[in-house]
């Protein structure tokens, strides 16, 4: 018999507390520890104190779980009042006892030390708080300005060091902020005591744009994500994203997306591009992408999908009004909710911070599509490599969602095949390249598709034509001398009408011509048929003369034979 | 009257109070201290309050304590606090802003 194999008892995983911070808990899969302290460190104006108290009003208000922060910096009510503008209402969570803000003063000048003492008052203080209204987490900021009340470090050291350990008995879940020092987390090593989870905050500029950065420096038997993760503040808190996905797994899609250009459809295996697929259209200047990329959106629109664009050079209403001008209707979709459009410099904020904000606007909207016109002006803000991170980490998550998304790009340079477009060329689905031809004193239009993945796609150019009704694509006229476009185009068109008409005419001389002919060939063969019928009738007259001669010679000697016969009839018969 | 009161401000000059946790050897012995200083420099003048926080936890915010034992010095203002056991009786009383009585 089979040894019956005993159910293993589950492996106990490290219980976690779920912050409510958007990203966060899916950086760090879960929260943090449950009933342990964490340290967050960081250095002045990084969010620490933002941070840990949305950690407490999140766990009040949607956890159900009280807590208390003990404010070392600030007094309390000037923390209610800085984060009034988050929504947070102080006044109201202390009232319902779900929130306990204890201030503690320390004033170096008011306080004298002499021989043996320890911080049992803070203690009783704390663990008044957190009877008081049974809380499950608790934030201290910043612990670290104790060092500069008391004179004894030893003491305070040792003091800590029980603080963390009485933390851990009353089963909190506790947050610990400290200011960042020169070479380690914290200005007084606290990380030597908090040693199960660290985060670093950190607020960098560079080139003269902030960036707020989250890493977990460590946490203590869990997997967590390790990179530096934007995070932004604003009316809604703090949202830290994880925004890089490693694995390339994302469901993919059959489903077709037309263009609204039914021309540039016939391009692309005449149905369109692929739900969720990345599309880039690149150009120089002037050479229609806007126009392009607000087509596609009004396509999205009038099937009912949600489409939001991100425009990053005109104001939205600027956008409405010039695709007005081509029969583009943006604004009654705007009107209806189904597009949303979003206008920012790009110096606005740190090219991260874009990047959270696309997402955050994304993940409030829900939309099935999604524009950004252009991405050429995000380098203004970071480099080129920096750009196409920040494009690949957002092309990642769309196609996670199954979200179209339609970049537009300005080629600076003329030579457009060495132009890599921030880079994002060889990740975009497809990539449709509009271009200016120049001849005969004219400027056209011109349209190929570079690549399109996964499906059958035209190597023709095409002209770009922008009408009063909308967007079209025109073939080209290819004639002896190459290419022709625009006025060229048309003249030859003119030239070959011509040549037609002329032909035609030409062609009923001819017939007439040949009617002509075939008459006079046809009396010509009725008077050779006469002669020829002549010519027989002679020849037939002397062939009958012939026979009647034949016939009367033979007569004639039949007769001659008979009279003889008679004459002579004794010598036949005698024989 | 007026010199009623004013010997009653007298008597009462100084109000302490001090912060303890419970009988631990340091509170003991930084009543003790207290005891004997104010004995020796302040007869008749002073007030002592222990208070004890193991008994009334919620005390601790109003005076912002956080070291144990705390001495606090609510009369005369400025508040003034002297933390530890008391055992070094000059700075005790530098603290306090108390005059030595010359021996």
Known sequence: ?575 | MAKASRTKKEEVKYELRLYIAGNTPKSVAALNNLKKYCEEHLKDQYKIEVIDLLVHPQLAEGDQILAIPTLVRKVPVPIRKIIGDLSNEEKVLVGLNIRPVKQ
């Open chain 1, 1 to 575: 018999m089979p040894p019956i194999r005993k159910k293993q008892p589950p492996i106990k995983l490290l219980p976690k507390t779920l912050t409510g911070i958007t990203g966060l808990d899916e950086i760090t899969s879960g929260g943090l520890p449950a009933g342990r302290p964490t340290l967050i460190c960081g250095a002045a104006g990084s969010g620490k104190t933002l941070f840990s108290l949305e950690f407490i009003v999140r766990g009040a208000t949607e956890f159900g779980e009280p807590g208390v922060f003990m404010a070392f910096e600030e007094k309390a009510d000037e923390l209610t009042m800085n984060v009034a503008s988050l929504g947070f209402d102080l006044n109201k969570l202390q009232k319902d006892k779900l929130v306990k803000i204890d201030h503690v003063h320390i004033d170096r000048s008011e306080i004298e030390e002499t021989g043996e003492y320890d911080l049992d008052g803070l203690f009783i203080r704390l663990g008044y708080a957190i009877d008081s209204i049974g809380a499950k987490r608790v934030v201290l900021d910043t612990i670290e300005n104790l060092f500069s009340g008391f004179d004894n470090q030893a003491i305070l050291r040792a003091e800590l060091r029980r603080l963390f350990g009485f933390l851990k008995e009353k089963g909190v879940t506790a947050i610990i902020t400290g200011e960042k020092g020169d070479g380690s987390l914290t200005r007084q090593g606290l990380e030597e005591y908090v040693s199960d989870c660290v985060i670093l905050l950190d607020h960098r500029v560079t080139n003269q744009i902030s960036t707020r950065l989250l890493r977990i420096v460590k946490y203590r038997g869990s997997v967590h994500g390790t990179n530096e993760y934007p995070f932004l503040i604003d009316e809604e808190g703090i949202s830290v994203l994880p925004v890089t996905s490693l694995l390339l797994e994302s469901e993919i899609s059959q489903d077709r997306l037309s263009s609204g250009i039914v021309s540039l459809d016939n391009m692309l295996g005449g149905k369109g591009f692929y739900r969720g697929s990345s599309i880039l259209v690149s150009g120089t200047a002037g050479t229609g992408k806007t126009s392009l990329a607000a087509s596609f959106a009004n396509e999205c629109c009038k099937k009912n999908e949600r489409c939001i664009y991100f425009a990053f050079e005109e104001s939205p209403k600027q956008i409405i009004r010039n695709m007005q001008s081509i029969g583009i209707d943006l604004k009654s979709h705007v009107d209806k909710g189904l597009l949303e459009m979003h206008a920012s410099r790009p110096t606005l904020h740190g090219l991260e911070m874009h990047l959270v904000a696309i997402h955050k606007k994304i993940k409030k909207f829900k939309p099935r599509a999604v524009i950004l016109d252009p991405i050429t002006n995000l380098v203004t803000v970071g480099s080129v490599s920096e750009v196409k991170s920040m494009l690949i980490r957002l092309i990642d998550y769309l196609q996670a969602e199954q979200i179209t998304v339609m970049f537009t790009a300005l080629t600076l340079n003329t030579i457009i095949n060495e132009q890599t477009d921030e880079g994002v060329s060889s990740l975009v689905d497809a990539w449709l390249l509009v271009r200016d031809i120049e001849s005969n004193g004219e400027r056209n239009r011109g349209m190929y598709i570079m690549k399109s993945r996964g499906m059958k796609h035209s190597n023709q150019v095409r002209e770009f034509v922008i009408t009063d009704e909308g967007l079209d694509l025109v073939d080209v006229y290819l004639g002896d001398s190459g290419v022709l476009i625009g006025s060229a185009r048309e003249a030859q068109q003119l030239i070959e009408a011509t040549g037609q008409v002329l032909r035609t005419h030409a062609l009923t001389r001819k017939d007439i011509e040949i009617k002509r002919k075939r008459s006079v060939l046809e009396s010509k063969i009725a008077s050779l048929q006469e002669e020829f019928e002549s010519v027989q009738d002679q020849l037939n007259k002397s062939y009958i003369e012939e026979d009647l001669k034949k016939e009367i010679m033979e007569k004639n000697r039949t007769e001659m034979i008979d009279k003889r016969h008679t004459k002579n009839s004794g010598n036949g018969k005698g024989k």
